[in-house]
Nanobody, 117 residues
Framework: QVQPAESGGGVVQAGDSLTLSCSVS?????????VAWYRQAPGKEREVIGT????????HYADSMRGRFTIYRNYHENRAWLHMNGLKPEDTAIYYC?????????WGQGPQVTVSS
């Protein structure tokens, strides 16, 4: 299996923290994979939050996402996470995990995160 699968979305209050996780449905991440987190707010284009390389765990963030978002992975648990602090109503979006594997990009279904004021 190659498809990533996210979990952990829901409705939270402004100021709360929330962590989403990403795993490979029925399979595993492998050394050359890169995991990326994106989000798409209502009426807006999908935007990248950041990426992490599976083997080395090197992370990069979009400039607008630095500070409140942290991406990490656990090699042995075969899972990546997106941790979000200080959530705001404008963070309401569908959050996607994407797996870049053998030069092909696979997308998860994307959980909804709703931040109420």
């Amino acid at each position: 299996q190659v498809q990533p699968a996210e979990s952990g979305g829901g409705v939270v209050q402004a100021g709360d923290s929330l962590t989403l996780s990403c795993s490979v449905s029925g399979g595993t991440f492998v050394g050359d994979d890169m995991v990326a987190w994106y989000r798409q707010a209502p009426g807006k284009e999908r935007e990248v939050i950041g990426t992490i390389t599976w083997d080395a765990g090197s992370r990069h963030y979009a400039d607008s996402m630095r500070g409140r978002f942290t991406i990490y992975r656990n090699y042995h648990e075969n899972r990546a996470w997106l941790h979000m602090n200080g959530l705001k109503p404008e963070d309401t979006a569908i959050y996607y995990c994407n797996r870049q594997h053998d030069s092909v990009v696979y997308w998860g279904q994307g959980p909804q995160v709703t931040v109420s004021s």
